[in-house]
């Protein structure tokens, strides 16, 4: 048994530095945060493992939008499955609007007024919407016809004027995946096109084939989830036909285990359905995303010098 | 101000009687689960208003399925929506298998091996994707053609042999969606079509037409959220749409405000996005849903004797 | 294995009803209520056991006040230990004043220029401080002398005008602990006497004779905390002392296990300290107190008729 | 309005220099965490404010203590108040003894005959009590006649052998306090003194005196909580009596304010009750005390290179 080191902080310590402590400390959140980063190190490290990352929660609206393009650009993820809020937010921001800082302690009804939906302590002005119809609205007839959620969402990133989530994603080849689309504002402005009569392709199922084909070709697969939703759930289900299950896994979320949802369950849960391999090196941190992902992108950035050229699904083989 | 009353209870004491002294003890947990039911009370009674209950978490691995179903049968809703896996738990149900009652302090590799798949102490027994292989192969041809998922999903509940969620819903023609249908075991049963090549009609943005549809000519919306997730979102999506955005809600949850995910949002916040109503009658339950659900129906079935055949979204006009 | 039953709601049903319902679901909040009650009734109906409650959290403000009265005047608990914030809200409703309803959208700078200290949602009036100034001082020449805390608290109940937990526990004679009683309104009082120069006897260490006493004595222990807090730790201790530990055990929480406070920590945590006693009948109920203890006790109210005349720590060898 | 800035990470990023990005985010968990360095940051530089801090929770089984040390010699804080857990695992320490890296997921029986006591995930050798019985025996006399809590702990950082937080507080002066003492594994080896008969005088009541009287003559008060408990609202007790309430103020907790305890309650609530200055410098944390101590303090070291001598609470008047 070792025991618990505790932790020794030096004048300029650098992020890595001081996660290196957490990690001899070795119990609780700090040494679960020391734990996450180690593990997500070793899965983008391993040559032979895929990467799949979930991204739920207010990561843009939450400054943390930077930090995913970086990592989508660097290749160390093969596959990301996103919420459409999250999505929605971020083309919000290539087209030009941005989050603001403001206090869940306001009057809503002012706030409403005033042209602001509230994220918690966030405001994105609302007049995103109108700019996202535009923008729908114009490129539709190339939108339209795309048979799987993912090749929609790609043409958006191809389409986006400026750098995001969704562009990174397209210009590497990284497939992202959004099964509950319709329920985004990006959903809502291909609302308006079908309201107005006009036909959408996009199918509901089609995506299974490329993610799970991802999973199914595999050597070994690692998982990063931030918050749960959908996102974790989509991956889990595909680590279900990982010929190893999952290798690797990551989880950062401040849901709770016991009301037995999905996005606050424990990964070791995962075993049971054949998700996790019963040998995989796992941590669940309960920790607020906007923190743990600093800290963690940090560390890692120090740690892993590299660009993955290589880790793209579209090269399964070459591994 | 009105003072705290203290709860008095007495022997044999019905549960209705003591959600109203829990409405009389005015604050906290107790004052708002009797706020919750007074809130149903007057949505249901409200012959203006249009109900839409999202669903979310482990209902029917939790005992809540007749619950819901009975809800339903009762045409106290309108529109219902779910997670994959809830329809999946449930048709898994209607094909005759059952969960098991369990604990999380539990080897997940041997449950695993004994073919249990643990949804925190319930477990479902794998072999539950057979049957609903088998149910999806045997009626793939009525299935694949649909064109939206409510549409999709009312075919199996036509199909499904015993009574079921889905077939309450198809039977009583009350509109069920689940944007994020690919995510669960019958979206695993189409992938498994369709990598035998076969083709799926359904579409992703389809079912907007229609949710938005009974948001948009309702003359009243109240929304019941048990946990959060794509329900609670897609809902409160739609209630942007309605003229009046929402004059009633109920969310019964356990994640936290603060992280700042849809889940977790107070019901408040949705003011500043247009979604609730600012003079909207509305509370939020921090309960778990397996605990709120049950109480919170006895309440309701004893306050509310009728029946409401014309609560259905085909005769918005004859309310 | 036995299949998770879904629940049934008839009309008009009553709590105990509900609650066997829950019990048979048995698994989740609901199960977990279900078995909650169970065990309680088991360890007060267990002429051998001693039962020990912790009281943690705004129960008083929250309207629980009648229930544990009652609880204590049936003698179904032979020791409460309670914080010192529960203990001034009691003797704050005796001498006259009540709790108010509120909200925690408020100002609070108006809340407190209109003399109200928030508790969440439910508001005390700050002239409570003047009426318990008032009484300590009245009363301070008869509190002053006490060699323990015990004997402090049951003397204010003894002078309490009204009923009250105070008075009820001085009355059936049953003891009542509160370590940290300087952190608390009657504390902030007692420091007004002793600002002035005066003496008090009460003794830190004292108490633990009393309370190690009952738990070595008896032949079986039961703990029931709501909430956590010095109350549940303080219980926890003395059932180091236990000959059998705990044999029975439910506790009512919403904090979490993973941050690793005694609070949010699972029963099963204390076996591991000889807390518990590994064969012990426990249960970890997530929920909010005030929501499950009017519960529990209504389904306990129509389980156990009988008075337990008995159940007093002064007759530990009448066993 | 200020934009959310997203935050940017660089190879080799010194902890400050992320939270100075996360201060920039200025939103949700990240945010927050950014401003709780600044606010710590601005009270500790107050040469007109004293400094309260609140330590609740594993601390030291999680791997704090040694920071918890240096912010005591840093004479960074002019009052402590922890749970007597905290102090009794940094006794133990100490004495010698560790605490050891385990899991949850563990059989608690079979720990228990392996002789460790589990704290979530980490472990503490039942020997502890052993080395501290020998201790408190060894020392009684010099112990049982202190008068207040503060002095008897004092006394005890005086006897012990090597450097622990006891130690700190007594060589530099630093007051500490422990309202609830009884509770703990220290108040368990006076109970085994108690029990041969012998006398203890340390009094229940005697601490106020002088916290009050740190809070009444102080210019400016700020406190920092980490956990709640006892702690935190012995602090915010004593804040009533500080001439203008607390104008800084720090709380890391993972407790949720809606069940209404005082450890989850927001600090904004302390306005109504005036343990809060309206105008005050404040932020709630929701995140792991043992993530967010060390990151807090590593900036912190870098922004504050002094030591505050005059910190002391012998010298209010030198302020």
Redesign the interface.
């Known amino acids: 048994?070792?025991?618990?080191?505790?932790?020794?902080?030096?004048?300029?310590?650098?992020?890595?530095e001081?996660v290196r402590?957490?990690d001899?400390?070795?119990?609780?959140?700090?040494?679960r945060?020391g734990k996450a980063v180690s593990i997500c190190e070793a899965m983008i490290k391993d040559r032979y493992c895929r990467v799949f990352i979930g991204l739920?929660?207010?990561l843009v609206?939450?400054?943390?939008?930077?930090?995913i393009i970086?990592m989508i650009e660097s290749k160390w993820v093969d596959a990301v499955v996103a919420t459409g809020?999250t999505l929605t937010h971020d083309l919000g921001e290539a087209l030009g609007y941005?989050?603001?800082?403001?206090t869940?302690?306001?009057d809503?009804?002012e706030?409403?007024k005033k042209g602001?939906?509230?994220?918690?302590?966030?405001?994105m002005p609302n007049k995103i919407y109108e700019g996202m119809e535009d923008f729908i609205a114009h490129n539709f007839d190339s939108l339209k016809g795309k048979k799987s959620?993912k090749d929609f969402l790609w043409e958006i990133g191809r389409l986006t004027p400026k750098k995001s989530i969704l562009k990174a994603c397209y210009e590497n080849k990284i497939p992202i995946f959004c099964?509950?689309?319709?329920?985004?504002g990006i959903?809502?402005m291909?609302?308006g096109q079908?309201?107005k009569g006009k036909n959408?392709?996009?199918?509901?199922?089609?995506?299974?084939?490329e993610i799970?084909d991802i999973a199914w070709t595999a050597k070994k697969c690692g998982v990063i989830y931030f918050?749960g939703?959908?996102p974790k759930?989509?991956i889990q289900?595909a680590m279900?036909l990982a010929p190893k299950s999952a290798s690797y896994g990551v989880q950062v979320t401040?849901?709770?285990?016991?009301?037995?949802?999905?996005?606050?369950?424990e990964l070791?849960?995962?075993?049971?359905?054949?998700k996790m391999n019963?040998k995989a090196n796992f941590v669940?941190l309960?920790?607020?995303?906007?923190?743990?992902m600093?800290?963690i992108?940090?560390a890692l950035?120090?740690r892993i010098k590299q660009k993955y050229d290589s880790k793209s699904p579209s090269s399964p083989f070459s591994r």
């Open positions: 048994m070792k025991p618990v080191s505790h932790i020794k902080i030096k004048n300029g310590m650098r992020v890595n001081l402590q957490m001899l400390a070795g119990v609780l959140g700090s040494g945060l739920a929660g207010p609206p939450g400054g943390m939008r930077e930090i970086d809020a941005r989050h603001y800082q403001g869940a302690n306001i809503d009804a706030l409403y602001f939906d509230r994220v918690y302590e966030s405001y959620i099964p509950a689309i319709s329920d985004s959903g809502l291909m609302w079908l309201a959408v392709d996009v199918r509901a199922f089609e995506d299974l084939k799970m918050g939703g959908v759930n989509y289900q279900q401040m849901d709770r285990p016991e009301p037995g949802g999905s996005s606050g369950a070791r849960e995962g075993i049971s359905w054949g019963p669940d309960i920790c607020d995303a906007t923190i743990a600093p800290i992108y940090a950035r120090e």
